[in-house]
Every structure is written in C-alpha cells, then in structure tokens.
C-alpha cells in the first residue's frame, strides 16, 4: 500500500508565501514522476506542476514565475513553493506521484487547502 501524506496548506494574504510538502510511504520501490494539482471549487482539478526523477519540471501558463517545484528522491519528497499568491490560487491541493508498487500506478494524497485572501 502507498500513502502521499501532504503539509504545508493554510490561509495566506494575497502577495505572501507558502510551502507544500509531500512525502510518499509504504509499498512503493520507484518513482517517476511527482506533482502537484488543484481544484478549486465549481471547477475542474487542473496540473499545477510536476517534476520527473531526473528534475525536469513543468508548470502551468498561470504559475510560471511565482511557483517552484522540487524533489528529494531519497525521502520520497516533493515541494512546491509558492510565492506571490493570489486569490486566484485558492484551491485544495492534491499530491501525485507515478510510483512502482506492485506495479506501475499513480497516487493521489488526501489534499491540502491553500486559500489566498484579498
């Protein structure tokens, strides 16, 4: 069995900062890729950002610039800085990896909400 256990989520002003943290547990021997997606409410769950094992990342058009991405393979661990927040980034956000458990697979975590005031 696989857990993603995430930290890090809260309320924020707009223009301020916050870190995400995701550590992968369990079952799990490999993994490729890591990220992270949100969904806000009425809306559908959107790729923020991921980062494969060997660091090459992607961002979505709306965060280039103010997030960041990163991993630490040895832990099983994936970040995502978050700076210059806008009201607009409130959403729950949910960890992801591509992992080898008994198989090829993908994980999702539980979810952390980020909520951005104005």
């Known amino acids: 069995q696989v857990q993603l256990a995430e930290s890090g989520g809260g309320l924020v002003q707009a223009g301020g900062s916050l870190r995400l943290s995701c550590t992968a547990s369990?079952?799990?021997?490999?993994?490729?890729?890591m990220g992270w997606y949100r969904q806000a409410p009425g809306k559908q769950r959107e790729l923020v950002a991921t980062?494969?094992?060997?660091?090459?990342?992607n961002y979505v058009d709306s965060v280039k610039g103010r997030f960041t991405i990163s991993r630490d393979n040895a832990k099983n661990t994936v970040y995502l800085q978050m700076n210059s927040l806008k009201p607009e980034d409130t959403a729950v956000y949910y960890c992801?990896?591509?992992?080898?458990?008994?198989?090829?697979?993908?994980?999702w975590g539980q979810g952390t909400q980020v909520t951005v005031s104005s």
């Open positions: 980062i494969t094992s060997g660091g090459t990342t």
């Open positions: 369990g079952s799990i021997f490999s993994i490729n890729r």
């Open positions: 992801y990896c591509n992992g080898y458990s008994v198989a090829w697979g993908d994980y």
